[in-house]
């Protein structure tokens, strides 16, 4: 059989993994990405409002920092918080050298609206398309620096051998054949798992592989229960409507037509952090002031020429799936799963622990966010992040000598395919991540107490076991989307169960974090980051400290 290797192979083709491959390959390594979806619909694409630098002559990187500190809930290592605040200017302008495009300011500079929690207007944008633009010139970049692409090919195992990656495993979807790829170093890349969610503004692919691929090689997951709910995502379709939207001055209303924020978050209102603002919407919700379930976005002051201007992609989003056009009526929303702040756990170079692994973007926990990330950080995260880790795997492979993996784990994998498709008269994989979807929306949403977590944690381990006996009907080998889901529906079980076990165990309420039963946040027991383990299919926990270097704990007001 050929032998396939590269230095390195990045799984994901959002921003951090191709940021990272481009960083890697300038050090002249050979490169590959595998990626399960097309480099450009990967989930960066549909980002909107923009990413974080303090360019703004009267900011600095020191108030992003506190921002982002300060946004965490303190949570946030504020060793790594400072490396991404730093350098977010010179990556800005490197975007920029690339042929990133950014709406400008009357006096042609980057422009910058505000967003929640930041004491400054420092997001930088394009329109309500920034990952668009953003993508679009990486995958640019990939091309010109020959990265080769395995386009729609999903990564089923990542391969250890004496304590090192040595590759992976991948299923070639157009095929169904199942390949090994040789690495000297793996990064893996593969975005977030807002897909556990019934309602996420996530894409169909965002099933949080990578953290599951972890999980299995023995790597711990940190911080899974902080989970970042969006508070202005459409009904039933869960589509964002971006940040941006209240930045440029739109407010929320209540049934009665009240400014609500007004109550809960005095001095910025609909600008304070996304953690706020939707627990303020669910008790407006469950207070009985909501309008079917929602609460209402009101852009119509802004005026039609701003909002067609800044703001065109959400209202034809808005047009098309709630029938209402933003410059005559207001949006209904509510809030919606949208981020991952736990993730693999990695230092600020993307090193786990296991040699040879590396992780970026919201697949990873550097931990930046800690319990509540600020819009427009994630953004800068895969660019800063994504660049550092391809900077330090390029140093790993120097020092690192080429080893190919035996053929059992490709025996293994295949092994595993086959009998998941001989598999006949059990349960459908679609109504077992249904059951998921709904016990972690019902029972792992905003607001969390004992007794919910609990049915949630016995519903995903009933499902768990269910998993092991679904079948499939579709039996073929070409783009058997079903065989797909069923590796991601493992995955997100896993992640499940993870997220329920930290949520559990943590009683605080931080960040996005909130325990009706626990209001408050307790630094004196939980001023700590957990992490989780996977060992023999059971899930052990584990804690570690936070790095606090420049600003001490204090009680979180806007
Ligand atoms: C609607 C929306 C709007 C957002 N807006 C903003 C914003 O304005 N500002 C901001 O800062 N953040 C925003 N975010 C968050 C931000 O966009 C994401 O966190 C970030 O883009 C994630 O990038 P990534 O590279 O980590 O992963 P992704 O872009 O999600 O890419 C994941 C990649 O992994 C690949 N992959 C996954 N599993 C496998 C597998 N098993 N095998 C092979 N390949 C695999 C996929 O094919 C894909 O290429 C938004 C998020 C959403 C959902």
């Not at 592989?209 to 090689?217: C, H």
């Not at 000598?401 to 459908?428: N, Q, T």
């Not at 679609?430 to 016990?439: G, L, P, S, V, W």
Request: charged share 25%; with cysteine; proline share 3%.
């Amino acid at each position: 059989m050929l032998l396939v290797f590269h230095d390195c192979i990045v799984i994901g083709a959002g921003l951090a993994g191709m940021r990272a491959a481009i960083e890697a390959a300038r050090s002249g390594l050979d490169v590959a990405v595998v990626t399960k979806i097309y480099p450009v619909r990967s989930h960066s694409v549909a980002a909107q409002g923009g990413i974080n630098a303090a360019l703004g002559k009267t900011d600095s990187w020191e108030a992003h920092m506190f921002d982002t500190v300060k946004g965490s809930d303190y949570l946030g290592d504020q060793d790594a918080i400072e490396v991404m605040c730093r350098q977010a200017p010179s990556d800005i302008l490197e975007l920029e050298k690339m042929g990133a495009v950014f709406s400008r300011s009357a006096e042609g500079m980057i422009a910058q609206r505000p967003f929640g929690g930041a004491g400054y207007p420092r997001t930088c944008y394009l329109a309500d398309r920034t990952g668009h633009g953003m993508l679009h010139v990486m995958y640019e970049q990939l091309l010109k620096h020959g990265i080769f692409i395995y386009d729609e090919w999903h990564v089923l195992k990542l391969v250890v051998e004496d304590g090192e990656v040595r590759g992976v495993v991948a299923l070639e979807l157009d095929t169904g054949k199942l390949h090994r790829l040789h690495s000297k170093a793996v990064i893996v890349a593969t975005g977030g798992y807002g897909r556990v969610y019934r309602t996420t503004t996530n894409a169909l692919s965002s099933t949080g592989d990578g953290m599951g691929l972890a999980l299995d090689a023995g790597l711990p997951l940190m911080d899974m229960e902080f989970v970042q709910f969006h508070p202005t995502v459409l009904p039933r379709t869960g589509i964002l409507m971006t940040e941006g939207a209240r930045g440029e001055g739109g407010f929320l209303l209540n049934s009665k037509g009240e400014r609500f924020m007004e109550k809960y978050a005095p001095s910025v209102k609909e600008l304070a952090s996304r953690d706020v603002v939707s627990r303020a919407e669910q008790t407006e919700i469950e207070e009985g002031r909501g309008v079917d379930g929602c609460v209402l976005l009101d852009l119509r002051h802004l005026g039609a020429e701003k909002i067609k201007s800044r703001l065109s992609q959400i209202r034809g989003l808005a047009m098309d799936f709630a029938g209402v056009d933003p410059v005559v009526s207001p949006v209904p929303v509510k809030p919606g799963a949208h981020y991952s702040m736990g993730g693999i756990a990695v230092d600020k170079d993307g090193q786990t622990a296991l040699p040879g692994l590396f992780a970026a973007g919201e697949s990873a926990c550097v931990s930046v966010h800690g319990a509540n990330r600020l819009g427009g950080n994630s953004l800068l995260e895969t660019i800063v992040f994504g660049r550092r880790a391809g900077a330090s795997v390029a140093r790993y492979c120097e020092a690192t000598e080429a080893k190919p993996f035996p053929d059992s784990a490709l025996k293994d994998a295949c092994h595993s395919v086959a009998m998941v498709l001989k598999r006949s008269g059990g349960e459908s994989i679609y109504a077992i991540r249904k059951e998921m979807n709904d016990a972690m929306e019902d029972f792992c949403g905003i607001f969390r107490n004992s007794v919910r977590l609990k049915k949630g944690y016995e519903k995903i381990r009933e499902l768990r076991e269910r998993y092991k006996k679904a079948a499939l009907t579709d039996k073929s080998e070409c783009f058997n989307n079903e065989l797909l889901g069923y590796f991601e529906l493992g995955q997100m079980l896993d992640i499940s169960e993870c997220i329920l076990l930290g949520a559990m165990n943590r009683e605080e309420s931080r960040g996005s974090h909130s325990r009706t039963d626990f209001p408050k946040r307790d630094d004196e027991k939980w001023l700590r980051h957990t992490l989780v383990y996977k060992e023999n299919g059971e899930f052990r926990l584990d804690y570690r400290n936070v790095s606090i270097t420049k600003f001490k704990p204090q009680e979180r007001k806007y």
